[in-house]
């Protein structure tokens, strides 16, 4: 079936330790998103990609960092710069030709600092 | 607009009657607006997007409304369900492809039996 698949689904930092999340799909989509989401609240953009090669800042950039080396996958890097890095990550993506606005989502990764 | 340091409101609604969740956005040039449904601990799920020419739109269960004069979107849900039970999302899609795309706070709607 087609997809967003991320992972790890759950995982621990200690401090000081850069991390790295996978967001893969096969989707054939151009575009592909990082979200964070704290408990009890809404979804704040950290990155984008419309095309391979070239990705903007969200709102919310400072700490991560990503690459767009290939259409199916982005992932996203919280480094030691990101201070408070425990949320729930989603990764999304979109067609890109469409026009609207749907985007597809991954079930998310949760990230918990030690 | 975002969200930032918000908790989320929450509707409560009786089995069975209809929900109207709310949501204002920032960005009058936005093209796409769409609705999200999101299950505890799930990535968000499509619901129905209306185009900025558009003033209501309706799917199965689902009707969005857009004032564009006041900057309000709104879903209203008939006939709520026990299933229906999530939070929802509004987001805008700032331009006609895929850039960047905004979340607003979100409302956590549940249902009273």
């Known amino acids: 079936d087609g997809g967003i698949t991320q992972s790890p689904k759950y995982l621990f930092r200690k401090e000081g330790q850069n991390v790295t999340l996978s967001c893969e799909q096969n989707?054939?989509?151009?575009?592909m998103y990082w979200y964070r989401q704290d408990p009890g609240q809404g979804l704040r953009l950290i990155y984008y990609s419309q095309i391979v090669n070239d990705f903007q800042k969200g709102d919310i950039a400072e700490g991560y960092s990503v690459s767009r080396e290939k259409k199916e996958s982005f992932p996203l890097t919280v480094t030691s710069a990101q201070k408070n890095p425990t949320a729930f990550y989603l990764c999304?993506?979109?067609?890109?030709?469409?026009?609207?606005?749907?985007?597809?989502f991954g079930e998310g990764s949760r990230l918990t600092v030690l | 607009g975002e969200s930032v340091g918000l908790h989320l409101p929450t509707l409560s609604v009786q089995e069975g009657d209809n929900s109207i969740i709310n949501c204002a956005y920032s960005?009058?040039?936005?093209?796409?607006f769409i609705w999200y449904k999101q299950e505890s601990g799930k990535g968000p799920q499509f619901i129905i997007d209306?185009?900025?020419?558009?003033d209501k739109r309706q799917g199965q269960r689902v009707t969005v409304l857009l004032n564009k004069t006041v900057k309000h979107l709104s879903l209203q849900i008939a006939a709520t369900q026990p299933g229906d039970s999530a939070v929802y999302f509004c987001?805008?899609?700032?331009?006609?492809?895929?850039?960047?795309?905004?979340f607003g706070s979100g409302t956590r709607l549940s249902i009273r039996p």
């Open positions: 987001a805008e899609n700032m331009h006609s492809s895929a850039s960047k795309i905004i």
């Open positions: 209306i185009r900025s020419n558009m």
């Open positions: 989707l054939n989509h151009d575009a």
């Open positions: 960005n009058s040039a936005s093209d796409y």
């Open positions: 999304a993506s979109h067609q890109g030709r469409t026009n609207t606005g749907e985007l597809f």
